[in-house]
């Protein structure tokens, strides 16, 4: 007996000995410290898209880039709250009338190999794309929003034009930000370019590669990029990828700066803890609505939409969906108070609708949908009004929201019953028009003819086969005039004018309801890097590139003025 | 002799309806890769659907002809190719597996096999010693362990081990050090692996235990234990050599079907602890509708689980003289 307790107590030692000595950062060397002024290093989960991450592929064309951010840059990235196009590796763009696009590029960016980036490296990373629709990733050459392209041509080192075929106005976002510039001099000679597995990362960006193990990558700065100046991070390191639990738990740790997952709560789970160096800025991305479907009975009248979207308390919405994090929305559908300045003058003050059940109830009865012996609204027909939430399954937030909003619908009698489903499940429905509320999302997003009235237009409407933007199946043909022509136009006050009607059918036809913001996620730390966006700085971080001429090491925000 | 001829038939036709049912159900989810893909690199809300073509022209699938597809399936399978990942696009299904499946055999297998080991033997302890106080804390225990999920476990000994006493990484495969044969990345990969390791030897061999222990009690009641007991055989032959060896078959058989997580791995194990293995890549090959992927994997996970039963089919007869008699 007393031999088996030795031996025992010989396993727990012998255990506890392994457990202190395997300790949890075998091989880690702390990054060298770097100068005065510069940060040592921020730390990011990895941006490749799969858990997989010994395969190496710096090409962002790949679905499962190793790096999305920071190697490649795009020409200008457009600022989502004040509509401005910030100058990146192009300085300036000019529609010299609806097809001819003249876009002036920056002088003195060198590739991090040493070679020149001129207008070729342009026209190449464009026409690659008509060669191989697959690296057509804006859209280019084809006719979605707007005509397509009909040549990319260089007038000298720093100009290029852009010939379309007719009236391509829309595309202009897609050129500028979605399309990130490829070295001619390295992908030309690999023929397909989404088929070039690319391991050495040669790119105009703030970073390099440094190193990289199948899991850590680290970059580096980048000594001669084109802004160096503001860059002061000295390496980048990005490594793992974490559900919400494990990466709350590594932000709190300190193992990580920064994580854009959706952390439930943030707040408590992150922020409390550290409230000193922890923090979190949500801002609106985008405007997430109850899209209705307008081919079925009763969600058709306009009057029934217009009540219901009263009937609905976005307050407790918010609570319920986002713990209070984001905003009840705005009904034309702008990112507020951001773009406040696009706010109609007939609607300022109005753009909120608020909770108002007595007066849903009001426009019910007015509308003509009675309540019977039960409580319940009827139709026509004596029908009790009855409609199926089909909601994502899986997403929290989204299930509260229609938790919520099913609550309110039977406070002024209407039955709203939720249906959770897969989400392609949902999709494909959208698809197919095969539902009667479902959550949709109103791109906030500067390019209003796409990113709203493509949300009306008759020919936005899903087919099986595609899914398209106009998943409230709304079909009006004046509003589809218009969207054409708003399009096509580069005339300010006539692009105003249409602005302003289209915002007049969010307002008054209620084809979409908007429910609250959704956010473009930002959680940090502050102990190792200062100038993230804040409620007191804000910028959007759509692309995420910016964080590389913004951050400070911390002390220094202050003195410096913040730029 | 016919025996033999029989199961092989029986392997040969199982095997060729799981291929065909490989091919099938994934396609009878919803959702499209190219659609999914987009919305990986966009974030949720708006799909452009000239991204979504040029994502489909990338993968260069048909979505129109089933049946053409599936002959497409069957002669590339033929010819040994597995296809090309979507989600790992441009690099082939063969390559991504490669990457992930050390992981999850040296984890998986070797947590599987001392489960097996540690399930029967604790399963046989409590049978042998049937309501005795360690009978009844192993069968409580287990069951009680067993209805908890193994990501709760997973998380609990995460927060515990990794966050609160930091003796170990979080996540992850490997840390720092660079792969190879060297001392350093050995300790680096043994320290990673231990918490995951530890989360599934919490939870692995609760299915041994039960099923050894239940067998192995009715074992006990049969007359000739009995016999053996009153003929005077000494209890450990009596125990080990007729009761556990006897009551060993199904084990063996569950543990032969118990091989399929070899391939599948513990998807919500691996999430939890960012652990490079295959469970993650199924989870990631389901989610993102990579057909090629998916069906590779679980064609590797039949073949292996439809294997290990054909070799327990083709041992059965050493092990047990009934059925050799049987056949006969």
Not at chain 1, 458 to 477: F, G, K, W
Not at chain 2, 119 to 139: C, P, Q, V
Not at chain 2, 241 to 257: C, D, H, K, Q
Request: glycine residues 8%; proline residues 6%; negative net charge.
């Amino acid at each position: 007996m007393r031999r088996r307790r030795r031996l025992a107590l010989g396993v727990l030692a012998v255990t506890a000995m392994l457990t202190t000595s395997a300790c949890a950062n075998v091989g880690l060397e702390p990054a060298p410290a770097a100068p005065e002024g510069f940060i040592d290093e921020i730390r990011m989960p990895s941006e490749a898209g799969g858990s997989v991450q010994g395969l190496l592929n710096y090409n962002w064309l790949s679905p499962n880039a190793t790096v999305q951010t920071w190697l490649f840059e795009p020409l200008m990235i457009r600022d989502r709250f004040t509509c401005e196009a910030v100058p990146w590796l192009a300085t300036g763009y000019t529609w010299e009338g609806p097809d001819r696009f003249v876009l002036t590029l920056r002088e003195g960016v060198e590739w991090s190999d040493g070679e020149p980036f001129t207008a070729d490296d342009v026209v190449y990373t464009f026409l690659a794309g008509k060669e191989y629709p697959a690296a057509d990733k804006a859209g280019l050459w084809g006719d979605f929003f707007g005509a397509p392209a009909e040549s990319v041509t260089a007038l000298d080192e720093h100009t290029v034009v852009f010939e379309f075929a007719g009236a391509a106005i829309p595309k202009t976002d897609a050129i500028l930000q979605t399309t990130k510039i490829l070295p001619e001099h390295i992908y030309a000679d690999q023929g397909d370019p989404t088929l070039f597995v690319d391991e050495i990362g040669v790119g105009t960006g703030p970073f390099t590669p440094e190193s990289y193990n199948g899991r850590r990558l680290v970059l580096e700065r980048n000594e001669n990029y084109w802004n160096a100046d503001e860059v002061r991070v000295q390496r980048l390191s990005l490594e793992g990828q974490f559900d919400a639990n494990s990466g709350a738990l590594k932000l709190r740790s300190g193992a990580l700066d920064l994580y854009r997952g959706d952390i439930p709560n943030p707040n408590r789970s992150v922020v409390a803890p550290d409230p000193e160096n922890a923090h979190f800025f949500y801002p609106p991305d985008a405007t997430t609505v109850l899209a209705l479907n307008t081919e079925r009975p009763v969600l058709d009248d306009p009057a029934f939409r217009e009540a219901f979207a009263y009937a609905l308390d976005r307050d407790a919405l918010s609570q319920r969906a986002s713990f209070g994090i984001m905003e009840p929305a705005s009904q034309t559908m702008l990112l507020l108070p951001f773009q406040e300045q696009a706010v109609p003058e007939q609607w300022r003050g109005k753009e909120f609708i608020p909770y108002d059940p007595d007066r849903a109830n009001e426009m019910l009865d007015a509308a003509g949908y009675a309540r019977n012996a039960d409580g319940q609204r009827v139709d026509a027909d004596g029908r009790p009004l009855s409609f199926v939430f089909s909601v994502q399954a899986g997403w929290m937030d989204v299930i509260a929201m229609a938790d919520v909003i099913s609550r309110n619908a039977a406070d002024v009698g209407v039955q709203v019953r939720m249906v959770t489903t897969d989400p392609n499940a949902i999709e494909g429905m959208q698809k197919a028009g095969d539902f009667d509320m479902t959550v949709d999302f109103v791109s906030g997003g500067c390019q209003r003819a796409r990113d709203l009235g493509a949300k009306l237009q008759s020919s936005q409407i899903s087919s099986d086969q595609e899914l398209l933007l106009n998943r409230a199946r709304y079909v009006n043909p004046e509003i589809d005039a218009l969207i054409d022509e708003w399009t096509n136009t580069t005339d300010e006050s006539r692009t105003a004018e249409i602005e302003g009607r289209i915002m007049d059918v969010f307002m008054t036809e209620f084809p979409y309801i908007a429910l609250q913001y959704a956010p473009s996620r930002l959680i940090y730390r502050t102990n190792n890097a200062v100038g993230w966006p804040s409620d007191d700085n804000p910028y959007p971080v759509d692309q995420l590139i910016r964080l590389s001429h913004e951050l400070r090491p911390p002390g220094e925000a202050d003195a410096d003025g913040e730029d | 002799m016919t025996y033999y001829v029989r199961k092989t038939g029986y392997f040969l036709l199982t095997l060729w309806a799981a291929v065909t049912l490989n091919f099938i159900i994934p396609r009878l989810q919803p959702g499209d890769p190219a659609e999914i893909m987009v919305r990986q690199l966009n974030g949720q809300g708006e799909i452009d659907p000239a991204q979504v073509a040029a994502v489909k022209t990338m993968l260069g699938y048909s979505t129109d002809n089933v049946f053409v597809a599936y002959i497409d399936y069957l002669r590339q399978l033929a010819s040994g190719d597995l296809g090309t990942s979507f989600t790992y696009f441009p690099y082939p299904v063969a390559e991504v597996i490669g990457q992930a499946l050390p992981w999850t055999l040296v984890l998986v297998g070797l947590t599987q096999l001392l489960s097996f080991v540690l399930g029967t033997l604790l399963g046989a302890f409590a049978a042998w010693r049937r309501n005795s106080r360690f009978d009844a804390t192993i069968s409580v225990g287990s069951t009680f362990v067993g209805n908890l999920q193994s990501v709760w476990i997973g998380l609990i000994i995460l927060f515990v081990f990794a966050y609160t006493l930091g003796w170990f990484p979080a996540s992850g495969g490997y840390g720092y050090t660079t792969p190879g044969l060297t001392p350093l990345h050995i300790a680096d990969v043994v320290s990673h692996g231990f918490l995951p390791a530890l989360t599934l030897m919490v939870t692995a061999p609760i299915g041994f235990i039960l099923s050894m222990r239940n067998t192995m009690v009715q074992v006990l009641g049969e007359d000739y234990i009995r016999l053996g007991a009153a003929a005077g055989l000494r209890q450990r032959t009596l125990a080990l050599g007729y009761a556990a060896r006897n009551a060993l078959l199904p084990v063996v058989t569950g543990f032969a079907l118990s091989l399929g997580v070899l391939m599948g791995g513990s998807i919500l194990i691996e999430t939890v602890f960012d652990y490079p293995g295959m469970g993650r890549l199924m989870g990631e090959a389901t989610s993102n509708r990579d057909f090629p992927l998916m069906q590779a994997i679980l064609l590797a996970t039949i073949v292996i689980v439809l294997t290990a039963n054909f070799i327990v089919d083709l041992l059965y007869p050493l092990i047990d003289p009934r059925a050799r008699r049987a056949k006969a």
